[in-house]
């Protein structure tokens, strides 16, 4: 897909997110032991066929840099096209919403050759081919195309969520946000299909007229006047968009059939190489139903769990039901239970911490407990 400009919208952090935002981006919060958010969403773009992406990154740059460097893990370290990490800058007072950074990269823009663009956020994760959005975009002809999935009503809590309502024809009647009934089950995944030039031209109207949300006032401003069409998408899909969801998810990766459909299926997830030793377990340890990466060495017992790289679990200590980041450090006759530790957490021996299903007990990073 030469002719497709990839655009990852980092402009807009998910707040639910609590103590796993406060030193980082939504795009780097950390997943499924060894990568995060972002990889999904620039793995996708890659494995569609598409070459030239750009990364609106508003805060948090260093660490979103650091992760990327130079794209060479999704084979976009390239003279021509490639990845592009575009800062946010201060021509605007404050931050009213994610179209300042769109104006604010203008002439990115103008400078790239791609008829059509996929603007995607971080927070949704799926393993999709863009080619098929694309597509349809194309067949319906489209002004925007607003790619959706139809999540169990029952399982998925729609407060914090875009719903769309479609006509027969495919076409975008409603979208309506933060639902505390939801009217429709079809969740908009904040992706988009759109023409380039016609993206340029609905930034500069909307920024000239003080407008500056990408949904609201790109997309359900003109329902009416643009044809905007959905597209449905299939396959797996976790909405990381709060501690409680981002805990769910990060639990449904034991299934080996998600596992599976989100990091396999129909292309494979890119992130940053780090080559770490294999995992060590001692005489004594015991790890049941867990994901355990390199580097981990386990002396306790460990179930139903995710360890990410270098996590140190002692000899006594028994963890269950959690997720520890990139070199935790659990000392012996520690128990835990329902608990999320974020990177370089050090918990001291004889500590009990749990918390439940619904409100897992998160330690912030660095912390020594």
């Not at 897909?1 to 935002?21: A, R």
Request: with cysteine; proline share 3%; net charge neutral.
């Amino acid at each position: 897909m030469n002719n497709v400009l990839g655009v990852i919208n980092l402009s807009i952090n998910q707040p639910l997110l609590h103590e796993l935002t406060y030193s980082r981006a939504t795009a780097t919060v950390p997943f499924g032991g060894r990568y995060r958010l972002i990889d999904f969403v620039l793995s996708n773009l890659v494995n569609s066929g598409i070459s030239n992406v750009a990364v609106l990154a508003h805060n948090s740059y260093r660490s979103i840099n650091d992760h990327l460097g130079s794209g060479k893990e999704w084979d976009l370290d390239r003279r021509h096209r490639g990845l592009f990490i575009l800062p946010s800058n201060n021509q605007f007072p404050g931050f009213n919403g994610d179209l300042q950074n769109f104006y604010s990269s203008l002439d990115y823009f103008a400078y790239s050759s791609e008829e059509f663009v996929v603007v995607s956020s971080s927070h949704m994760l799926c393993n999709i081919n863009y080619a098929d959005a694309v597509e349809s975009h194309q067949r319906t002809g489209a002004d925007i195309t607003v790619i959706y999935k139809e999540m169990n009503e029952g399982s998925e809590d729609f407060t914090n969520l875009i719903t769309v309502d479609l006509a027969e024809d495919g076409r975008v009647q409603r979208m309506t946000e933060n639902q505390t009934a939801a009217r429709s089950n079809k969740v908009y995944m904040r992706m988009i299909v759109i023409k380039k030039d016609l993206l340029v031209d609905l930034v500069k109207q909307s920024v000239h007229h003080n407008y500056y949300d990408l949904v609201r006032h790109v997309i359900i401003r003109n329902l009416d006047t643009l044809k905007v069409y959905g597209y449905e998408y299939k396959g797996y899909l976790a909405i990381i968009n709060s501690v409680q969801n981002y805990y769910k998810y990060s639990k449904e990766l034991l299934k080996p059939e998600v596992w599976k459909s989100l990091f396999l299926q129909p292309g494979l997830i890119y992130t940053k190489v780090k080559d770490e030793p294999p995992a060590i377990y001692t005489a004594d340890a015991s790890a049941t139903n867990s994901l355990i990466a390199n580097g981990c060495i386990i002396e306790g017992t460990v179930e139903n769990s995710i360890l990410f790289r270098g996590v140190k679990i002692a000899k006594g200590a028994v963890v269950k039901n959690s997720i520890l980041m990139q070199k935790c450090v659990v000392e012996p006759h520690t128990y835990l239970d329902h608990v999320i530790l974020d990177k370089e957490v050090h918990v001291t021996s004889g500590n009990r911490l749990e918390g439940d299903e619904m409100s897992p007990t998160v330690f912030s990073k660095k912390s020594i407990i």
